[in-house]
């Protein structure tokens, strides 16, 4: 890259780049270098916009995060349409792969990234906790509605839920949805009352 010529989006342009690096070889081999390699720029231009790696893994958990957190924000509002399993599955798959891989490998290797992602966008927004508590006010409103039998428990179905999506994710597999869908919608159907949703 010749010196002088601005690059557009260079921050969501490394975040990428480190997406695709955890995806394929993991967390354990990033570096600053790995990184720029990657994202096509000059070494020094990932600490030309951070402070320095630490706070470069940071800044891509928080924005990651936050794009999950606006994926599932709108769940709780499709309570009484469509199905309560077509509905959760939506929500839970409305996020990359990508993303949802590379930042739950990333989390689990850097225990102390959550905390960071929380000092910024508040608590309960970490990783899929987001999901899970959209899932959690769906679900309850649901339930109030009579669509989800009274005996379910809505947090210990979220939880569930969310524990599908991140173990499908982290399994790598090339097709998310293939396998997230058929265990959510068994997992659902049993507790959905099979009311008919709002017109």
Do not use: W
């Amino acid at each position: 890259m010749p010196r002088g010529v601005a690059i557009p989006e260079v921050r969501q342009q490394l975040f990428a780049a480190v997406e695709q690096l955890v995806v394929r070889d993991g967390p354990g081999k990033l570096s600053g270098r790995a990184i720029t390699g990657e994202a096509g720029v000059a070494t020094g231009l990932l600490y030309a916009h951070f402070a320095d790696f630490d706070d470069f893994l940071a800044a891509y958990a928080v924005d990651r995060s936050f794009l999950i957190s606006a994926a599932a924000a709108a769940l709780p509002e499709r309570a009484g349409t469509g199905t309560v399993a077509a509905n959760v599955c939506e929500a839970l798959l409305s996020t990359p792969p990508g993303t949802l891989l590379a930042l739950s490998r990333l989390i689990a290797a850097r225990p102390r990234l959550p905390d960071k992602i929380r000092a910024v966008l508040g608590d309960r927004t970490a990783g899929l906790e987001a999901v899970e508590n959209a899932a959690t006010a769906y679900l309850t409103e649901e339930q109030r509605l009579g669509r989800l039998a009274e005996a379910a428990d809505p947090a210990a179905l979220a939880l569930a839920v969310v524990g599908v999506l991140q173990r499908v994710a982290l399994s790598g597999t090339p097709d998310l949805g293939a396998r997230v869908r058929p265990a959510v919608t068994a997992l659902l159907d049993a507790v959905t009352s099979g009311k008919a949703p709002a017109e």
